[in-house]
């Protein structure tokens, strides 16, 4: 059932809806435009909102990943390591385990410091 005031127009396969506004016999409205102010400021997310929304559904697309810069608990040197790393990082000195791979980001050896890396 079709909403009194709207009507349903299809054109090439899509249903499209339009409101219809009451009109006097010379085209002028007879009711004034009323606005509804929406729960959420969609062009004026918080942080913590654009944050939590999908890579792609934010208002600029960006990444979830980065390069780090991962020291090393025994002989302080510092290695590069992608964020979501696929395989086992280890130290190129000492040998030991740096970061290991989970279902997404890769997880640090307990004792392993980093940082995010500046372009």
């Not at 002028?28 to 654009?50: C, F, G, N, R, W």
């Not at 929304?53 to 025994?74: E, N």
């Amino acid at each position: 059932m079709i909403p009194r005031g709207t009507t349903t127009v299809a054109s090439a396969g899509e249903h499209m809806k339009y409101l219809l506004m009451p009109m006097s016999s010379d085209g002028v409205s007879t009711e004034s435009l009323h606005y509804i102010k929406m729960p959420v400021d969609l062009l004026h997310p918080t942080a913590e909102q654009e944050a939590r929304t999908h890579k792609l559904k934010r208002l600029v697309q960006g990444p979830d990943s980065f390069f780090m810069d991962i020291k090393c608990p025994g002989c302080f040197q510092i290695t590069t390591v992608f964020s979501h790393a696929q395989s086992v990082v280890l130290c190129g000195s000492c040998n030991v385990m740096l970061c290991q791979p989970t279902g997404g980001r890769a997880r640090l050896t307990e004792g392993c410091s980093y940082r995010k890396k500046v372009d």
